[in-house]
């Protein structure tokens, strides 16, 4: 299982660890009781701070994605949480897949597409996603 | 290993000088018949030279000096070549940087050990004095030790007085040196300072007579009064202490 | 000063003879077992820094404290650095020595010193024992400095530009010797640079110095979820406006573009932008690399 993180995008690299681990469990690549790597192997392979691996760890375990067993490591939450945001996000993808052919069809570039749900979602969940 | 580092940094400094004045102890003492018998035919007219003024008053003195086999080893050992090389050889340990290695680099890494600049200081003037006090001590009981292969005798007492002389002196040299090296990084500004002042103090005692540092340093009161020259060798001693912790000063307050 | 902190600094002001003005009121904080990138440009005074954290400079006026014990006293610099391993950015080291001699003389000022960890460390590093320092490539005296630090078992490690002048490959490697040996051991690292890529992988905090002064810090996951850079797009020209909202780091008007960089408060900016008639109005995240060139390349 390969994560990757780019830290130029500008979003923080525990939140991108998040993003990956929970896009792995909606498409099914991770499932209820796999095991993830440990924090310092993890952060060995991909030469990241141990600590922002830990913190994406707890936030995920936070969020109920995964479990932390002391001494054994890090497991897939074998919630139903977990399958029903697979469900609903394998109904959404053919919706996103129309989306973004009619507007490559209108000549937009990936770049531009991208930018533009980039707006769209910062400009209607802000204020929803502001925690801490 | 503070010292340890303060030996590497020096050690060809010490060694070939050792060589050096040991051979040139080796040689002089070979070269003292053809002198013995050179110096029994020479017919001196006391009068005409010590009316001829200072050059004659010293060759009167040199050649009246060296009629005994302990007046030769005086006046060409300690009063000439162990006051020469002696001076430079202790200036030279005392030049170059305290902190940097032997090529000039690794001030920062030194600087960054758990040592202290005192601790640095300290090891490294210890070590540069145990090596003059060799460099002087070592070939001047050579003579001692020697001479009896050439039918003469010579004290190990004297060549202990006179080294301690020479020893207290060269080490006031060392010191300059040393407190010279806080100020300059490189080798050369420190030697050729140090030096320059040795040569003019000695240029200037020779010309007006005068006993200073040079006389204390060969002993000369010993030699021919059987007194050691005390309040010299506190002098000396004196000002040497006084550069150290010039020194050590110095080098407290410096940012590299 | 506390024993949260591996480093603190107080109002540090260093004066260098000759009038260069190289600390000018520095004021920062280094929390134990953290990654610290300390970022500015060159001659900011970051390495100055290091230095008066170290005993190798006297600060002019103000506080340092390394382990809570003061950076300026004869005494307790060497207690610091005996629990310090430090890496110059020259990679400074006796060049006569060979790599086996510099290892066992460095050893013998550290008791704590890690026999294991130096095995682990030549073998991975390959570094040749019988080589001269003066002999090695750049890379290989990287790590050889980075073996005798990170070998003292120490408890901070302080790194001045550690990847400077090596290539991808080898700045790569020498990260990830960083932050496996980060995993095992608890140690704090205190690493300045000016090149930002390896920085933002490895940092949990920053702190960017400007001319002698720290204008930005924190932790690195809340400066790039605070920072924002608004793109917005008018019809016509841009409109002169500034917007007041507190936090706004720049802002440029470029034709019909106008652009704001901004700390936090992103969504009233967006607010205030609609409301002056923009057609179109992106919110982005800002990267560490843009966020260090806003806040050194001139203010507003």
Known sequence: MLFRTNPSLGTPIYLQLMEQVKHAVETGALRAGDQLPGIRPLAEELVVNPNTVAKAYRELEHEGVIELRHGAGAFIAATAKGRKVADKVRLAQPIVTGAVEKLRAKGLSDEEIRRLFEAELAGLTKAGAQHE | MVSYKSWLDTRWRFVIPLVVLVINVWGLLLEYPHIANLLRTIDIQPDALTRSGTLGRQIIETVSAEHTYRGFVWFQWFRQNLSQLGTLCAVLLGSGSLLAGSSGAGTLFTLSLPASRNQWLLARASVGLAQTLALIVIPSLEIAVVSPTIGQQYAVSDALVHSLCAFVVCGMFFSLAFLLSTEFADIWRPLLIAGGIAIVLSLIESRYELNGFFRVMSGSSYFFADTIPWIGLLVSAVLSLAMLYGASVNIARKDF | ?300
């Not at chain 3, 603190?8 to 134990?32: I, S």
């Not at chain 3, 006796?94 to 008791?111: C, D, G, H, K, W």
């Not at chain 3, 690195?220 to 008018?234: I, K, P, W």
């Not at chain 3, 409109?239 to 007041?244: A, E, N, Q």
Request: hydrophobic share 40%.
């Open chain 3, 1 to 300: 000063m506390s024993d949260l902190f591996a480093i603190e600094t107080d109002d540090l002001r260093k004066h260098y003879d000759g009038g260069v003005e190289a600390l000018r009121g520095l004021t920062l904080q280094v929390p134990r077992g953290s990654i610290f990138g300390f970022l500015g440009k060159n001659g900011a005074g970051k390495t100055t820094t290091i230095k008066v954290l170290l005993g190798m400079a006297r600060a002019t006026s103000g506080r340092a404290t390394v382990f809570g014990l003061a950076a300026g006293a004869q005494d307790s610099s060497v207690a610091i650095r005996r629990r310090t391993g430090f890496v110059s950015e020259e990679k400074d080291l006796y060049e006569l020595m060979t790599v086996e001699q510099i290892i066992r003389f460095t050893a013998s000022f550290y008791p704590s010193w890690r026999g294991d960890l130096e095995h682990q460390y030549l073998r991975s590093f390959e570094l040749p024992r019988d080589r001269k320092v003066q002999d090695l490539s750049r890379g290989m005296r990287t790590k050889l400095a980075l073996l005798l630090a990170l070998s003292r078992g120490a408890e901070l490690l302080i790194l001045d530009e550690p990847t400077s002048g090596l290539d991808p490959a080898m700045t790569e490697e020498i990260l990830q010797a960083l932050v496996a040996h980060v995993a095992r051991q608890e140690t704090t690292v205190f690493l300045s640079s000016h090149q930002l890529s390896h920085v933002d992988q490895i940092a949990d905090r920053v702190a960017i110095i400007d001319h002698g002064r720290i204008v930005v810090s924190g932790a690195l996951e809340d400066l790039l979820e605070s920072y924002r850079r608004l793109q917005l797009v008018f019809d016509g020209d841009a409109p002169d406006h500034t917007f007041r909202a507190d936090g706004v780091v720049r802002q440029q008007r470029r034709g019909r573009v106008l652009t704001v960089i901004c700390r936090g408060n992103a969504e009233p900016i967006a607010a205030d932008a609609r409301a002056l008639g923009a057609a179109s109005v992106e919110i982005m995240p800002v990267p560490l690399r843009e966020i260090f060139l806003e806040t050194v390349n001139g203010e507003n």
